[in-house]
């Protein structure tokens, strides 16, 4: 690894033991591997997956790991690794997700040629939950038969410094802490942009938390505290657009492994 990371990925983990090998194998795939950390972040597992990630963590000295005996939400556990991160831009990405080869090439370099931007993401296509040996694959001909989402929540990219302009995710949340964090992003302080390439998968399972329990609660909880929940307008207007001209020029959106 480079002395200093270009980039630092969060990787939170929860009964994800089975996706443990795959996630390594994935992030071994970066481009820019040896130039970014990978932090991945366990809370009182009951699989105890830092038991499987440690090795690697003594094999390669960018993959972290950031633990605690304390359960904690999804968005406390980003932040933990947000905190622990070491490179200026800072992303997450879900154990059971993929990203692209070239993702955080890509996002440190649309990053750097737009020193304005606090906040982005990529477009983001949607599969059916993957078995845990079966491969993640961009190639034209899969993407071409996926969908291309209108919202940012799955993949975001953002500079340590945004923490000063709006804080960290707010970790009362369990399920929607990404919109939440995305609609304080509104704050004209902060700038936003879209990287109008398709380089992450968003996987969908039936058994997500956010299919399994009630929003009413923390819908009640973002009106308390003031927060009109609306996935930033300045992403989703261009997340749209790109979809639409996707479907009939794919090959402008699509990079090569």
């Not at 994800?16 to 970066?30: A, N, P, T, Y």
Request: hydrophobic fraction near 35%.
């Amino acid at each position: 690894m480079s002395e200093t990371p270009k980039i630092s990925c969060i990787i939170s983990t929860y009964s994800d033991s089975d996706l443990v090998e795959k996630k390594i194998h994935e992030i071994r795939q970066q481009s820019w591997f040896d130039q970014a950390e990978f932090l991945f972040v366990e809370t009182a597992s009951p699989e105890r997956e830092r038991e499987l990630i440690a090795p690697y963590t003594e094999q390669f000295s960018n993959i972290r790991l950031v633990t605690s005996d304390e359960r904690k939400t999804l968005y406390e556990a980003w932040n933990m690794g947000w905190d622990a991160a070491s490179a200026d831009i800072v992303c997450y990405s879900n154990m059971d997700d993929a990203m692209h080869p070239r993702l955080l090439e890509t996002v440190v370099a649309e990053m750097d040629a737009h020193p304005d931007w606090d906040l982005c993401s990529v477009l983001i296509a949607s599969q059916k939950s993957q078995s845990p040996g079966e491969p993640d694959s961009f190639s034209p001909e899969r993407m071409k038969q996926l969908k291309i989402g209108r919202r940012p929540g799955p993949f975001s990219a953002w500079r340590k410094r945004l923490q000063g302009k709006m804080g960290q995710f707010d970790g009362r949340y369990r399920i929607i802490g990404d919109k939440d964090f995305w609609s304080r992003a509104m704050d004209p302080a902060v700038v936003v942009g879209v990287i109008p390439k398709v380089m992450y998968l968003y996987s969908i399972a039936d058994s997500q938390l956010s299919k399994r329990e009630n929003k009413d609660d923390e819908l009640l909880y973002a009106k308390e505290k003031g927060v009109d929940l609306l996935w930033h307008p300045g992403v989703v207007k261009p997340m749209l657009w790109h979809r639409r001209w996707f479907k009939w020029f794919p090959g402008r959106y699509l990079m090569d492994e």
